[in-house]
């Protein structure tokens, strides 16, 4: 990995028999990888778990993107639970947000995350990629019916990137001893 490349957790936050997380967690860091600035590393809670391998790859990364569903107007427990385990692995890093759901697309979701991510001092991005009515926004391939996904995705890769890079300046330039 160079100094440039991004390190991109892609976390599933979805535990649930029959989820449809995977194929837009997939979709997602397709996208992703398709820039040569950043590193994947998909994060399925279901393999996991939620303890310190989790912490881990969270701590190795200089990026985070949640892909969450909504459920009862809010994100998975499980995702909740893993957060908790987070300790100081979030503080000063960018997240990014793919929610799918029914009408809302999975925003209750993402709004009810974000609360929780500023405790955890990470940087919770404005811009979101979202699915309303999720199962029938793909194809049999596993990719979005609608372009404006991938116009989303870039837009939310591009602030990850900045946010990620300019985070990390300043996180080395703090535990060099250098005032920020």
Do not use: C
Request: glycine share 10%; charged share 25%.
């Amino acid at each position: 990995m160079t100094e440039k490349t991004v390190q991109l957790a892609v976390v599933i936050g979805s535990v649930r028999t029959g989820r449809f997380g995977p194929v837009v967690a997939a979709w997602f860091a397709e996208r992703a990888r398709r820039r040569p600035e950043l590193s994947v590393d998909v994060v399925d809670l279901r393999d996991t778990g939620l303890d310190a391998g989790f912490a881990e790859r969270i701590g190795a990364a200089d990026a985070v993107v949640i892909v969450t569903p909504e459920y009862n107007h809010s994100f998975p427990g499980p995702l909740k639970t893993a957060l908790d385990a987070v300790g100081g692995e979030l503080r000063d890093k960018p997240v990014g947000f793919v929610a799918y759901g029914g009408l809302s697309g999975g925003l209750r979701a993402v709004e009810q995350l974000r609360p929780v991510l500023a405790e955890l001092h990470a940087v919770g991005l404005r811009d979101t990629v979202s699915f309303h009515g999720a199962s029938g926004a793909f194809d049999a391939t596993g990719h979005p019916r609608e372009e404006v996904a991938d116009a989303a995705a870039t837009v939310v890769l591009d602030a990850l990137v900045w946010w990620a890079r300019t985070l990390r300046r300043a996180r080395d330039e703090q535990a060099a001893g250098s005032p920020t």
